[in-house]
């Protein structure tokens, strides 16, 4: 096993017998790369097969709704889930089309306010939100783009 395509490869187990199945959980998700070889009755070992390198599975969920009322619940637009996104372009618009937050973090932490910090009004708001992940040569890569609706409820 590999955490990338530039090796160095590292055993991971040794499988005696005629097994069919192994699971291998690496220490962070999925992402890596695997060789395998064989060794016979008498300790030969074969080639190591070609590489096969698995990438992670993003998820990345938004809510469209949330209460930025200090009465310290859901007063911050989070993430519902974030599995292996590292960095997000994140942009809400108001009705006219004026940018009115945006943030490159992926816990987005949003608390309803404008860039001059006043509480934007109750209403429903656009976003469009990139996500970017780190690849298998811990690359960073534009991977999807959301967009939706958020409403804003204070009372």
Do not use: M
């Amino acid at each position: 096993f590999s955490p990338n395509k530039t090796g160095p490869y590292e055993l991971v187990d040794e499988i005696p017998g005629n097994q069919q199945n192994y699971f291998h959980k690496p220490g962070k998700g999925l992402a890596g790369c695997y060789q395998v070889t064989s060794v016979d009755s008498s300790g030969n070992e074969s080639v190591a097969t070609a590489f096969l390198c698995i990438e992670n599975c993003p998820l990345y969920v938004l809510p469209n709704t949330f209460t930025p009322n200090d009465d310290g619940s859901n007063d911050f637009f989070v993430p519902r889930a974030n599995f292996f996104v590292k960095k997000i372009d994140f942009k809400v618009f108001n009705q006219w089309g004026n940018k009115v937050f945006e943030t490159e973090d992926p816990q987005i932490n949003w608390d309803g306010l404008n860039f001059q910090k006043e509480p934007l009004a109750d209403g429903v708001y656009h976003y469009v939100c990139k996500l970017f992940v780190e690849n298998i040569d811990n690359e960073l890569e534009e991977y999807k783009v959301l967009s939706g609706f958020i409403q804003i409820i204070r009372k």
